[in-house]
T-cell receptor, first 114, second 115 residues
Framework: GAGVSQSPRYKVTKRGQDVALRCDPISGHVSLYWYRQALGQGPEFLTY????????KSGLPNDRFSAERPEGSISTLTIQRTEQRDSAMYRC????????????FGEGSRLTVL | KQEVTQIPAALSVPEGENLVLNCSFT??????LQWFRQDPGKGLTSLLLIQSSQREQTSGRLNASLDKSSGRSTLYIAASQPGDSATYLC??????????????FGKGTHLIIQP
């Protein structure tokens, strides 16, 4: 596609529910990154993939958070048993070359946990 | 752990002025540094990418410099326009597995250009 596409753009859920956030990167991009951004803060790294391989998941806050990219294209970030503190903007970015490192971001998914 | 600081946190200037945004980082062993622009309700837009071996990059009215040894970068905006109003974010990466790892961001500088 023309840019990185994220869905849903807005998600409101009740505490304890599971949520799945989707990222469709720019076609052909090798690397895919997930970030979380709280109001007034810069994005915080969560995890990233090269093709289908998860290279680094050190930024995932706890084991309720997981991500996959099974075919090396679309990725899903799943949050189980959501808590209010999970409320944030979740941003996905892709990069054509892992070595180059230039990132292209989607518009994000705003998650609100009630 | 890498920490990125941006000064000032907010800046308001009249249209037409030249201005400088500052970014500092604690670990100088970076792979690259990027400046992004963030508009309300939008994603982040990459403005300039400086590899660790480079000193500066230019794009139109924007110039970014990098002094890796001192852990500093500046973003210079010439002849500012109201359309430049946005939050500007600085981010650094480290080398991992043959390329850049995840970025560490600063909190941003919120810039307002008064018409």
């Amino acid at each position: 596609g023309a840019g990185v596409s994220q869905s849903p753009r807005y998600k409101v859920t009740k505490r304890g529910q599971d949520v799945a956030l989707r990222c469709d990167p720019i076609s052909g991009h090798v690397s895919l990154y997930w970030y979380r951004q709280a109001l007034g803060q810069g994005p915080e790294f969560l995890t990233y993939f090269n093709y289908e391989a998860q290279q680094d998941k050190s930024g995932l806050p706890n084991d309720r958070f997981s991500a996959e990219r099974p075919e090396g294209s679309i990725s899903t970030l799943t949050i189980q048993r959501t808590e209010q503190r999970d409320s944030a903007m979740y941003r996905c970015a892709s990069s054509p070359y892992h070595r180059d490192g230039e990132l292209f971001f989607g518009e994000g998914s705003r998650l609100t946990v009630l | 752990k890498q920490e990125v600081t941006q000064i000032p946190a907010a800046l308001s200037v009249p249209e037409g002025e030249n201005l400088v945004l500052n970014c500092s980082f604690t670990d100088s062993a970076i792979y690259n540094l990027q400046w992004f622009r963030q508009d309300p309700g939008k994603g982040l837009t990459s403005l300039l990418l400086i590899q660790s071996s480079q000193r500066e990059q230019t794009s139109g009215r924007l110039n970014a410099s990098l002094d890796k040894s001192s852990g500093r970068s500046t973003l210079y905006i010439a002849a500012s326009q109201p359309g430049d109003s946005a939050t500007y974010l600085c981010a650094v990466s480290h080398y991992s597995g043959g390329g850049a790892d995840g970025l560490t961001f600063g909190k941003g500088t919120h810039l307002i250009i008064q018409p």
